[in-house]
């Protein structure tokens, strides 16, 4: 068995997670390589989700019987758990919604529907990168279209980094918003996030990151950033679906309008106008997903036991050792950092003329999982000239031997395929 230094025990880790140890295809486990898609969830994610719903279930906020004041304070405390998570100065600047795609559309409207300074309008400017989710490109698109504003993005190198070297001219005195991935869904490329802050500050835009593939990785301190809103979602992060997270800095949600209209974001409503509560309550119109907010509060518990540097130094490891090996498989192109050096535990490629979903049928028949497609960031594949890549993406339970099986499955695709 390889070892390798830095690694978590992952034979204890894995105990979490019961789907780890399904078998599929005549009795072949389950090699689960597309983490970046979504992660697996330990029993202590299970066990809250089923404990809520067994014991708590009730809406929140608006009612005074025991069950209702326990759910309230069960939803709440998730809020606590995640600012504490990313160094939040108040909690009061988290916001639950259903998945980083809505964080991103809520801070898009919101900034189209702001009076000055805030304002995105046809004399102004809109920066994002080539390397982006759709999640982080069509809303700005959509804002686009319908304000006049200009979208600008910045370009890709060859090996898969952001080309900066025109940041002054993409980032102007008009420039509004720029909103970048932290680090890429596709590639796995870490981005300098410092250099277009930085830039950003001095001409007085706003600065939105996508860290729906950082949150679950690296430690976020959210402070340390220095940005304005910081998205991601629980679903990657041993978390339920359909709940996600907006940071935003707490003048900026106070001055900015809401995106939803509905119950519980409101102060008073008359027939002719209505005043709205504070945030966070002010962008989460309607009830909550409360259950899904109780299981990402036990996934934060759950990554804040094994330790987030403890995690993103595993991580680094079985990045260096999955380079490596796949390096060594004849006609396989990584696209994107071909090196461990400021990159995630994503790696995208091709094998050849075969066609990735070619790829990852016959992975999956000998129980190995992995993406296949433009993962939702089709303009790198134009970019780079291919339709399509395979996609390997490891998380805190991943190991050595998995990426192992992922080269012996390579090498069975190749001679089946000729």
């Known amino acids: ?62 009612g005074v019987h025991v069950l209702a004041e326990e759910a309230t304070a069960l939803y709440e405390g998730a809020r606590d758990k995640v600012a504490a998570f990313i160094n939040a ?54 804002l686009s279209q319908r304000t006049g ?36 869904n596709l590639m796995g490329t870490v981005n300098p996030v410092e250099a277009i802050i930085r830039r950003a500050q001095e001409v007085g835009a706003l600065v939105c990151i996508d860290a729906s593939q950082a949150a679950p990785h690296m430690p976020l301190d959210v402070q340390a950033l220095q940005a304005d809103f910081v998205a991601f979602t629980g679903h990657k992060m041993c978390g339920p679906t359909g709940i996600g997270v907006l940071w935003g800095r707490q003048e900026l949600l106070e001055d900015l309008p809401p995106f939803l209209g509905g119950g519980e974001m409101i102060e008073t409503v008359s027939m002719h106008s209505s005043t709205y509560a504070p945030a966070p309550h002010k962008f989460e119109a309607g009830t909550p997903p409360i259950a899904q907010a109780v299981g990402l509060g036990a996934a934060v518990d ?30 396989l192109r990584i696209i994107g950092p071909s090196t461990a050096e400021d990159r995630g535990a994503t790696i995208s490629f ?8 070619d790829v990852g049928q016959v992975l999956d028949e000998q129980g190995i999982a992995v993406r296949v497609g433009h993962h939702c960031a089709r303009p790198v594949c134009l970019r780079y000239g291919i339709p399509a890549t395979t996609r390997a993406s490891f998380y805190l339970y991943s190991t050595p031997a998995e990426v192992d099986a992922l080269v012996e499955g390579l090498e069975h695709v190749r001679n089946f395929f000729g």
Do not use: C
């Open 302 to 331: 759950y990554l804040t036991s094994i330790g987030m540097e403890n995690i993103a130094a595993h991580e680094h490891a079985m990045t260096e050792y999955a380079v490596r090996r796949l390096l060594e498989v004849p006609d």
């Open 149 to 184: 504003a200009k979208l600008k993005w910045f370009g890709l190198t060859d090996d898969g980094r952001l080309d900066l070297d025109t940041i002054d001219e993409v980032i102007t005195d008009r420039t509004k918003i720029v909103s970048f991935t932290l680090v890429s």
């Open 1 to 62: 068995m390889t070892k390798l230094p830095g690694l978590l025990d992952t034979e204890a880790i894995r105990k979490d997670f019961p789907i780890l140890d399904r078998q599929i295809h005549d009795g072949k486990k389950v090699v689960y390589l597309d983490n970046a898609a979504t992660s697996q969830k330990p029993r202590q994610v299970l066990d809250a989700l089923n404990g809520y719903y067994e014991r708590y279930n009730a809406n929140v906020h608006r």
């Open 350 to 357: 091709t094998l050849g003329d075969i066609h990735p979903h």
């Open 89 to 142: 100065p108040s909690r009061d600047e988290v916001i639950f919604t259903k998945n980083a795609s809505e964080s991103l559309n809520l801070v898009a409207n919101m900034l189209g529907w702001a009076d000055e300074p805030y304002r995105v309008d046809q004399d102004t400017e809109i920066v994002i990168t080539e390397m982006e989710h759709h999640s982080n490109i069509v809303p700005w698109q959509l």
